[in-house]
Structure formats: structure tokens, C-alpha cells
């Protein structure tokens, strides 16, 4: 009786140093440590759900990113006041969701971008994200339905996000918006397209741009050179192939990817740019890419910060069912754009 304990108790202690070597090697990666419960849900949803996009249709592969940036979202918080419209500007229609927050007065607006590797993503995917932000911010939310591509491929969704930018700009007061007070914001594809627009905003005398948050923003499309693809592409996140694959569906013209609206990295000055608050993740293929264009920035004299979240993934912002990283960089943005508004103010 003795000899089975000591049996078993030996089985549990194997168990237990395996499953700590396990976790181990599931957690650490060449430059950092994801958080434990972020591994194992990515790590049980690649064997659960293996990806492979050359034998899927565009439907599915869209179906599957929609999925991933949901799966891991709480229900969205109670929200009063939202509106579908869609709205016209230089002979374009272009579906936006308004959120307004309860509170008097004429509000400043945040234009916001979805991700989803600009042919995935939709309005319902990153709405909870708009709630928050909204409430968090007490400014008017315009969540812009751009088209996507391998049917709309570059540059429909950029002049999409710009016709946004312009429509809101003159129409503000119909929505009880300040025309003086607009940000852009927007994650990976998203952030890529609000740094082209407040790019194409400065090189075209267009609306002004109080600020601009980029959340994991894709930067460089030319070259997926960098460390951080290096260290983390495939593992957790997407593959460099991938990521070939839909830049490929983005844009079909290899001769634009150095495009700087295409690849702001690439864009020959960066002044006259507006005040920019990056947010990065440090398990991810595009956090030195983001980062490097923040330093960009700083460089042209332009404010730009950069806030890097340690041990998560690319679309965190969208897990706050199993991270608390998720508020707390939405907590950290609306901070800033609350700020960012009332500077301009004074």
C-alpha cells in the first residue's frame, strides 16, 4: 500500500515538473514573456483551429478573422445612444456607426478604424471597444465601415477613412460634434490607415487632426524586416506568409507598397503631423514597426509617445475577457485623448 502511494506521488511530481516545463516553453519567447492564460488560449485555438489560408475562399478566411477578434471579448458594455447611417462624400457612400455619450454640450469626435488585416473586421467586431471609448472620453464616436479588399483593394479603404474625416469635419454640428476637436484612432490595419489618413489630411489642406492613437499599427508593408517579426511571427501571432498573403490582397501593386500611404514608415517628412500616442504589445511581429514610427515622429519635432504592453499579443485590445491589459490601454488612451482635447482648448 505504502509502494502505490509512493508510485503515485512520484506520477503526480512528473505531472507537475512536466507541466511547469510546458508552460515554461509555452510562455517565454526570445524577447519577453507572454502572460500564461494569453499562451495557452492562443496555443489551444491554433491546435483546436488550424489556419491555412491558401485553401480557404476569401469568405472564410474573412469568417475566421472576424471570429479570432471576438473570441476572446466580454459582452459589450450598455450603450444608450447608437446610430447606423450612412453617409455621402465626394460621390462615395460609406456606412458609419455614432456613438454618443450622455453628456451636454457640443462633444470633440474620435474617428476610429477597425483592424482585421484590411479584409477582415466590421462594425460589430471592435464595438464594444467604440463603447468604451466612447464613455470613457465623453467624445462622440465614428466607427467607419470601409470597404475591404481582395473587391476594394487599395487605396478604397484609405479614401474611405478620408471621406470619413471629411464628412465629419463639415457635418459635426449635426451630430453635436466639435469640427475643432477631431482625433483618428485605430488598431493594426485600422492604425495603418489613420496614420495614411492624417498623412494624405496634411498633404491635401485637409480637416485638422487634434491627434491621432495607433494601436499596433501596421507601419512598413514594404518590409517585414524587423526584430520583432523575426522573434514573434507564426508562434502566437500571424505568420510573415500570412501577412504577405493579405498585404498581397491590400495591395496588388507591388510598386505601391512603398507608397507612403501605404507604408507611412517610408513617408519622406513626417512634420505638420498631429500629436500621436502609439500603442504597442510586446509579443508581437509589428511592435517595433509602430514604434519605430513614433520615433519618426519625435524626431520631426511631432509629440508622439509610445506605450508598450509587456507579456500580450497583437489584438489585445479586443481580450478583455482574459486580460485586464485590454481596459487598462483603453483606460490609458481615452486618458490621453481627454487631455489631448482640452490642451487644444486652453
Known amino acids: 500500500m505504502k509502494k502505490k502511494g509512493t508510485i503515485i506521488l512520484i506520477f503526480i511530481l512528473t505531472l507537475m515538473i512536466a507541466g511547469f516545463f510546458i508552460i ?30 491558401d485553401d480557404k475562399s476569401i469568405e472564410q478566411i474573412r469568417e475566421n478573422l472576424n471570429k479570432q477578434s471576438t473570441k476572446s471579448s466580454k459582452q459589450p458594455i450598455p450603450f444608450s445612444n447608437i446610430k447606423n447611417i450612412t453617409i455621402e462624400e465626394n460621390s462615395e457612400k460609406i456606412p458609419i456607426r455614432i456613438y454618443t455619450p450622455e453628456y451636454e454640450g457640443i462633444l470633440p469626435v474620435i474617428i476610429y478604424s477597425h483592424g482585421g488585416t484590411w479584409i477582415a473586421g466590421n462594425l460589430d467586431t471592435h464595438d464594444n471597444v467604440c463603447r468604451k471609448l466612447s464613455q470613457n472620453t465623453k467624445a462622440i464616436v465614428v466607427s467607419v465601415d470601409y470597404r475591404l479588399a481582395p473587391e476594394n483593394p487599395f487605396p478604397a479603404a484609405l479614401n474611405d477613412v478620408y471621406n470619413v474625416l471629411q464628412w465629419t469635419s463639415k457635418n459635426a454640428k449635426s451630430i453635436n460634434g ?75 501593386q507591388k510598386e505601391d507598397l512603398k507608397n507612403p500611404y501605404v507604408s507611412p514608415l517610408l513617408a519622406n517628412k513626417f512634420d505638420q503631423l498631429p500629436d500621436t500616442l502609439v500603442i504597442t504589445a510586446e509579443i508581437d511581429p509589428l511592435r517595433d514597426e509602430g514604434e519605430d514610427y513614433s520615433k519618426k515622429l519625435k524626431d520631426a519635432g511631432i509629440q508622439s509617445e509610445v506605450i508598450r504592453f509587456n507579456g500580450v499579443t497583437h489584438g489585445f485590445i479586443t481580450m478583455d475577457k482574459i486580460t485586464n491589459k485590454a481596459d487598462e490601454a483603453l483606460n490609458q488612451i481615452s486618458s490621453y485623448l481627454q487631455d489631448e482635447f482640452q490642451t487644444e482648448k486652453q
Open 24 to 53: 515554461k516553453n509555452l510562455t517565454e519567447t526570445l524577447d519577453g514573456k507572454i502572460n500564461t492564460y494569453i499562451a495557452l488560449n492562443l496555443q489551444l485555438d491554433k491546435i483546436l483551429n488550424p489556419q491555412s489560408i
Open 178 to 252: 466639435d469640427e475643432k476637436h477631431i482625433a483618428l484612432a485605430g488598431d493594426s490595419a485600422g492604425g495603418n490607415l489613420s496614420a495614411a489618413v492624417s498623412l494624405m489630411s496634411r498633404d491635401k489642406n485637409g480637416p485638422h487632426i487634434t491627434c491621432q492613437v495607433l494601436i499596433y499599427p501596421s507601419t512598413n508593408l514594404y518590409e517585414l524586416n524587423s526584430q520583432s517579426w523575426l522573434y514573434f511571427s507564426n508562434r502566437f501571432n500571424i505568420s510573415k506568409e500570412e501577412m504577405e498573403k493579405y498585404i498581397s490582397l491590400y495591395v496588388p
